[in-house]
């Protein structure tokens, strides 16, 4: 019965999408629970997945707010 | 001073509702903090709940999300 | 499908015990259970929680570990 | 690589604001970075800040959701 | 930069284990890694895993702990 | 009333140390609350600190558990 937390940050990865896609999102599901049944024998209808999508702004990374981070990142890699 | 948090998926359990009401919410909050002082003495004025609804969409069983995985459900009893 | 996560300092409520018991927990897990399906209709065989006990030391509140804490509170009681 | 979570309700604690800035998070992303980097020597490059604004009807304490509790706190040092 | 949080019962899968082996761990690590770089372009080196084994005592189902539900769904199957 | 967690790898960061010590726990408590009172206006005993320490082999990054990250980063950089 296991639980899995997936965090990410709410963007499009694929072109035209603005966040995961409903199908990124089976992928998702399917892909875990097939990883945890190979690798530790658990039950598909027992492992529950949550998928957390976390705006921008709302995650920091280097003591700056993800686009701030963003910005500072490609100033420094284009400067 | 626990800290509980209660996951759920975002759905209505009553009649006309599409989610958690506020009424259901705080029977949540005093069910919970009364089990906790009853069960292990905790101060309710201490008792952090915290209430998260996750759409349906963003919760993984059995390898789908929760729409998917109830249409196979409901097929496979139906079929 | 809730999932019901419970975080507690670890330390006995009952006399000789210096943490949750077993009794205890099982307490809290038919508690909770009962009250997501009386409150939102949730089917326990569904309905995980996760227990976890937080050593003293790795709890803070008032900027000051729960021992600290307590000593400060009780100090300034009885001061 | 810490990993820290922030949970507050959603409320603003400045004018004007329903809910916390955009300056406040980055404040916060700094100020957690910066802590971990001189308390534990962590690189903040690799420091994750997630930061979880909670409706304050989602939150509950003392058994009740938090505008409740507030509205009971204030009646009683008002009573 | 996602983070994904695995928690399962501490219990052996394979023979003469208590507990999740080392080598599990690894797969899961790089199955994780790999299903987010390919459905999401994740890149490995910015995605942590955090892998909580929680003991069986402490993880509740069906209103009881692990062991008790195991004890009764084994009961009943075996009745 | 916020909710911090902190999450880092059990390891010591001062001579002698294999973990975290009680000095630096309180360092994070009062340095964490200060900052919330500050950004936020939150009352300190209102703010409670979870510090979890995850075992090296319990966190994962670049698709390895982070001791088989650290032995790959350095077999690179001095390769």
Redesign the interface.
């Not at 019965?1 to 940050?9: A, G, L, R």
């Not at 990124?24 to 945890?36: I, N």
């Not at 492992?47 to 976390?54: G, L, N, P, R």
């Given at each position: 019965?296991?639980?899995?937390?997936?965090?990410?940050?709410r963007e499009g990865?694929v072109p035209g999408a603005d966040r995961?896609t409903?199908e990124?999102?089976?992928?998702?599901?399917?892909?875990?629970?097939?990883?945890?049944r190979?690798?530790?024998?658990?039950d598909?209808?027992d492992?529950?997945?949550?998928?957390?999508?976390?705006e921008l702004?709302?995650?920091?990374?280097?003591?700056?707010?993800?686009p701030?981070y963003r910005r500072a990142t490609s100033a420094a890699t284009s400067g």
């Open positions: 019965m296991p639980i899995v937390t997936i965090q990410v940050t990865t995961t409903a990124q999102k089976e992928a998702l599901y399917s892909g875990v629970s097939d990883l945890l190979e690798v530790l024998g658990k598909p209808a492992t529950f997945v949550v998928f957390q999508e976390v702004e709302n995650w920091g990374r280097n003591g700056l707010s993800v701030a």
